[in-house]
């Protein structure tokens, strides 16, 4: 298949329209708006339905009331916008669908700037909004695996009938590289059995509800869902592996920090120093056995994040603490340069 020049935000709604949504809810905000214009200029075409809402509020609950229909549906924004969609996600993570939440990140806290970040890592990975509950969270780290994770997005989302969020950062979401497209899927709307759909007199009713007003039953829902996200962690864990196979130090990066890092390691190489790259393809379920395993060989780990440091606490976690963790940073729309990174794992030696 011929390869095409795109933009990051326009490959995620191509490859959504291929994946078969025809329901995009969304409102616009930078950097994420041509995502929107491009569902804008599509959907009409192809029978689908572009919603340009009031507010991310009303979009996510739009989203909300197509997603218990069973079709397949999508929204995006960037970081205060998805902030303002939290109570929406939460609602439908309580109500068990599937549905796809695209964040391409922007500095924060607050309005911040337009520049990328990856500081919303602990608002996508440990729920944004009130409650227990769990996202499927894809982190890509290319104009390609945007499109691949969109796809496998949805999959994931209706497989498990959990909410699924795909978190970029806003260079990867603006910059144009070429891409495989999947091959269009006409969207199949078989009946399933839990959907609102009607019943004509012909089934029982179809609730979706977040509701429980008897305590026994929402601990019961609650334990069941955690069930479901048990399972999610034992078959879903995704995660690349570079140059470990004989690492004394380990990188952990993910989206465009990842790709910078790589480049920190090959040089480090060059100069001698033996050290990998865990990139987490999957922010939740994070990949805790491949560093648990990283610990037993390495000396040391440095986190390289676009953040004042959220994921470090994860791979902590994932070692359980049992070597140094560093952390190489930058915050507030600016991106660690290969040399930051090199310095950064040049300093592991003297951990």
């Not at 708006?33 to 009409?44: D, F, G, I, Q, V």
């Not at 549906?73 to 993570?93: D, F, H, N, R, W």
């Not at 509701?211 to 034992?234: G, Q, S, W």
Request: net charge neutral.
């Amino acid at each position: 298949m011929a390869k095409v020049l795109m933009k990051g935000n326009e490959a995620i709604a191509e490859s959504a329209i291929r994946a078969g949504c025809r329901h995009y809810f969304g409102y616009p905000i930078t950097p994420q708006t041509e995502l929107a214009a491009y569902m804008a200029k599509r959907m009409p075409k192809i029978g689908g339905v572009f919603l340009q809402a009031e507010s991310e509020i009303a979009a996510i609950n739009m989203v909300y009331g197509v997603a218990a229909t069973g079709r397949r549906v999508m929204t995006s924004s960037s970081s205060p916008g998805i902030s303002l969609k939290q109570e929406g996600i939460s609602y439908i993570a309580g109500s068990d669908l599937p549905a796809l939440i695209v964040n391409v990140q922007r500095g924060g806290p607050g309005l911040g700037g337009i520049q990328p970040s990856q500081s919303d890592y602990f608002q996508a990975t440990k729920g944004g909004g009130h409650g227990d509950y769990h996202l499927i969270v894809l982190a890509p780290c290319s104009v390609q695996e945007m499109a691949d994770m969109t796809a496998l997005a949805f999959d994931l989302a209706d497989k498990y009938r959990v909410p699924s969020m795909l978190l970029a950062d806003g260079t990867i979401g603006q910059m144009m590289e070429p891409v495989e497209l999947p091959e269009p899927q006409e969207p199949v709307f078989e009946e399933k059995d839990w959907a609102v759909t009607g019943t004509k007199c012909q089934r029982p009713h179809h609730i979706v509800n977040s509701l429980y007003l008897v305590p026994e039953e929402l601990e019961k829902k609650n334990f069941e869902r955690f069930e479901t996200y048990r399972r999610i962690e034992e078959n879903e864990v995704r995660y690349e592996a570079f140059r470990m196979d004989d690492a004394e130090y380990c990188v952990v990066a993910f989206g465009i920090a990842a790709r910078v890092a790589k480049n920190a390691i090959v040089a480090a190489r060059n100069e001698g120093i033996k050290v990998g790259l865990i990139r987490p393809i999957t922010l939740w379920p994070f990949p805790k056995k491949a560093l648990a395993d990283a610990a037993r060989q390495c000396k040391a780990f440095l986190s390289v994040e676009l953040s004042m440091g959220q994921m470090i606490e994860d791979v902590k976690l994932a070692i359980d603490c049992k070597r140094p963790v560093a952390l190489c940073n930058r915050a507030g729309g600016m991106i660690p340069s290969p040399d930051e990174v090199l310095a950064g794992i040049r300093a592991l030696r003297e951990v």
